[in-house]
């Protein structure tokens, strides 16, 4: 059984660092590209940065600069270095990947979410 697991959230002022990890664990044969995201209005998730299998990036507008998305394929884990938080970076931050199990089976998984809050 596959599964994501996010950690590194908590409470931080504003101008202050965080990093996030996204642990895929189970039966793998390979990931993909993985991704964090963030509630948006609407109930909608905003992609927040994306990393594909052979490291190229991608970011929100907002978080360009501040963030920066990191894996190590070796460790099956993904990273989120946050720095320059504002409150407005105050969300539940998830992790998203598509993973092929040990029995050629490709789906997408989501980890649990991870609580961000930025306030003074």
């Given amino acids: 059984q596959v599964q994501l697991v996010e950690s590194g959230g908590g409470l931080v002022q504003p101008g202050g660092s965080l990093k996030l990890s996204c642990a895929a664990s189970g039966s793998i044969f390979s990931i993909y ?5 963030r509630p948006a ?3 909608e998730r905003e992609l927040v940065a994306t990393i594909s299998s052979g490291g190229s990036t991608n970011y929100t507008y907002s978080v360009k600069g501040r963030f920066t998305i990191s894996r ?13 938080l504002k409150p407005e970076d105050t969300a539940v931050y998830y992790c998203n990947t598509q993973i092929t199990n040990s029995r ?4 997408a998984y989501w980890g649990q979410g991870t609580q961000v ?3 003074s």
Avoid: E
Avoid at 33 to 37: K, R
Avoid at 72 to 84: F, V
């Fill in 33 to 37: 590209a993985m991704g964090w995201y």
């Fill in 41 to 43: 209005p609407g109930n």
């Fill in 72 to 84: 190590d394929n070796a460790k099956n884990t993904m990273y989120l270095q946050m720095n320059s």
């Fill in 104 to 107: 050629a089976l490709r789906r």
């Fill in 117 to 119: 809050t930025v306030s």
